[in-house]
T-cell receptor
């Protein structure tokens, strides 16, 4: 079946550091890929998405590229801020069957 | 508000009691999803509605779990004879109809604690 595996956390970075959170997927079809973010005490919010191979999703300085050859959708940001501290979830949706990774907790220190 | 609304935000129940969790999706959203999120884990799919039709309930863990959406808008997730392993955050999400694999919009969840 379809599944998502993402980098285990927690991840702790200093402000302005470069961020990478790895995500790989297994799917039988042609899924759409998503990154969701969950800030403390809040629900999941869509951060970015990509619907087909080689698409790049981007939002708030975060980027991820849909790589079919490596079945990956790694999240990157060039310079993190304290306000980026949250839990990040990689997800795929295949015919409305959505699967999430376990989440990666990011803490950014000033 | 414009987002997905869930109530109650927190629910504490004794083992064996029945509970009902409510979800108000974004107005006009045809698809509605329920997820269970255990501590430190990602959301796990429970069930999916398109309008009032429950198209997939393969994720419901037992026959104690029941979901309905009788008028194609508000949905209720009911858990009968609750057990301690039912303690989790229950998330509701909605999305527009049309293309499949639309982004889902999540509520803040209901944190259920079974004593």
């Amino acid at each position: 079946g379809n599944s998502v595996t993402q980098m285990e956390g927690p991840v702790t970075l200093s402000e302005e550091a470069f961020l990478t959170i790895n995500c790989t997927y297994t799917a039988t079809g042609y899924p759409s890929l998503f990154w969701y973010v969950q800030y403390p005490g809040e629900g999941l919010q869509l951060l970015l998405k990509a619907t087909k191979a080689d698409d790049k999703g981007s939002n708030k300085g975060f980027e991820a590229t849909y790589r079919k050859e490596t079945t990956s959708f790694h999240l990157e940001k060039g310079s993190v801020q304290v306000s980026d501290s949250a839990v990040y979830f990689c997800a795929l949706s295949d015919n409305n069957d959505m699967r999430f990774g376990a989440g990666t907790r990011l803490t950014v220190k000033p | 508000g414009a987002g997905v609304s869930q109530s109650p935000r927190y629910k504490v129940a004794k083992r064996g009691q029945d509970v009902a969790l409510r979800c108000d999706p974004i107005s006009g959203h045809v698809s509605l999803f329920w997820y269970q999120q255990a501590l430190g884990q990602g959301p796990e799919f429970l069930t999916y509605f398109q309008n009032e039709a429950q198209l997939d309930k393969s994720g419901l863990p037992s026959d104690r779990f029941f979901a309905e959406r009788p008028e194609g808008s508000v949905s209720t997730l009911k858990i009968q004879r609750t057990q301690q392993e039912d303690s989790a955050v229950y998330l509701c999400a909605s999305s527009l109809m049309g293309e499949v694999n639309q982004p889902q919009h999540f509520g803040d969840g209901t944190r259920l604690s079974i004593l």
